[in-house]
Nanobody, 121 residues
């Protein structure tokens, strides 16, 4: 499965951005779909995930309440809407497929190439 993430860009603090990720060469199936992010010079960190069915979602505390992950199994796509963006949200964002709703980075099987989000103050 190949994942393609897009939608990153430059946005002012307080603004909103929606990232998208689509799959090709396969389907999401029953995998958990997740977003991670990696600020420059720092480790990659979990942002949000959406499980197959039951609309089960999880969010990192840093984005909870101002981000929404949405999964469309029919289209094999997932989006991450982020509101009230802060400079601390600046990072390269990655989508991933894996078996666990809140799993460590190494538990995810497939990764997109990343899309850069830059939030200016």
């Amino acid at each position: 499965v190949q994942l393609q993430a897009f939608g990153g860009g430059l946005v002012q603090a307080g603004g909103s951005l929606t990232l998208s990720c689509s799959a090709s060469g396969g389907t999401f199936g029953r995998y958990v779909v997740a977003w991670f992010r990696q600020p420059a010079g720092k480790e990659r960190e979990f942002v949000a995930s959406a499980s197959w069915g039951r609309d089960t979602t999880f969010y990192a505390d840093s984005v909870k309440g101002r981000s929404t992950i949405s999964r469309d199994n029919a289209k094999n796509s997932v989006s991450l809407q982020m509101n009230k963006l802060e400079p601390e949200d600046t990072a390269t964002y990655y989508c991933a497929l894996g078996p666990l709703a809140i799993g460590p980075e190494h538990s995810y099987y497939y990764w997109g190439q990343g899309t850069l989000v830059t939030v200016s103050s």
